[in-house]
């Protein structure tokens, strides 16, 4: 399959991320609808962390099979281990050093006194941003490392000739962003956060781009290695939003609504991931 027509599959992969997006439109919805919308993003990240962690873990798993059939040793089990714990660490703390460095920064600038005006002239962007935008872009950053894992598959079935392959992928990644944009932006209607068009595409953006880039990359470079590297940085940023989205959950007090979002999230992960593993993959 040439590179102009793998190109276009990435991007009808990437783009239906977008499907999501009008969720975050909506004007001040009722306090219910707000802890279930909390609940579904929850969910919806929940089985995304299952996804990415299955993935990540087949490598290892293999090289655990080989080592214990005598047909491999260990330096793969090793090598692909830390990589996983690397990858995970990094994806996880990068983004509470990075959580922690904006609220010193906003605390800086909403301080009086001396000083207080050069710090607060100094403070823009994403430090001013309310703390569900804020979300929003992490949750954003972490489908895309995702996103991009998922491109790379899509390039290699490509790139394989592989196009009966290439074409389910490309069906149930779509499907998949589609849940995952709703995710993204599901913080803001919880918080009555109403942002722009533009906001939410440039978020689209960053969560569904690097869905194209991945395919660019894998129709021309195959690597096991950096497939798990982005993968287990997904999870650890993952990881780290669910925790922030359980927390606002947790202030509502409606686990009832928080667990009936759940289940309508996690089941519509495995709903279209069923789809992919229909057609063979």
């Known amino acids: 399959m040439g590179l102009s027509t793998t190109l276009l599959l990435g991007f009808i992969a990437g783009v239906t991320i977008v499907l999501g997006l009008p969720i975050g439109r909506l004007q001040r919805p009722a306090a219910g609808l707000r802890v279930l919308l909390n609940g579904i993003a929850v969910g919806v990240l929940l089985f995304l962390l299952w996804d990415v962690f299955s993935a990540a873990w087949e490598p290892i798993d293999g090289a655990l099979s080989n080592a214990h059939d005598h047909t491999g040793g260990v330096a793969p089990i090793f090598g692909y281990g830390a990589l996983f714990a690397g990858g995970l660490a990094v994806g996880l703390l990068s983004l509470v050093a990075y959580d922690r460095y904006l609220a010193r920064t906003k605390s800086r600038s909403e301080h009086t006194g001396p000083g207080a005006m050069a710090v607060a002239e100094r403070t823009r962007g994403i430090a001013t941003w309310p703390a569900a935008r804020r979300l929003a872009l992490m949750i954003a950053i972490g489908?895309?490392?995702?996103?991009?894992?998922?491109?790379?598959?899509?390039?290699?079935?490509?790139?394989?000739?592989?196009?009966?392959l290439a074409t389910v992928l490309v069906i149930g990644f779509a499907l998949h962003n589609a849940t995952e944009g709703f995710g993204i932006v599901a913080p803001l209607a919880a918080d009555n956060d109403q942002p722009s068009w533009g906001f939410l595409l440039t978020m689209a953006a960053i969560g569904g781009g690097p869905t194209f880039i991945g395919t660019a990359v894998g129709h021309s470079f195959t690597s096991e290695p950096v497939s798990v590297a982005f993968l287990t940085l997904a999870a650890g940023s993952i990881v780290y939003v669910i925790a922030q989205l359980l927390g606002v959950a947790a202030r509502s007090k409606r686990i009832d609504l928080v667990c009936y979002g759940l289940l309508i999230g996690l089941l519509a992960g495995f709903i279209t991931d069923a789809i992919v593993t229909l057609g063979g993959v």
């Open 143 to 164: 489908i895309g490392l995702h996103n991009f894992a998922e491109g790379l598959a899509i390039g290699q079935a490509a790139a394989s000739n592989a196009i009966a």
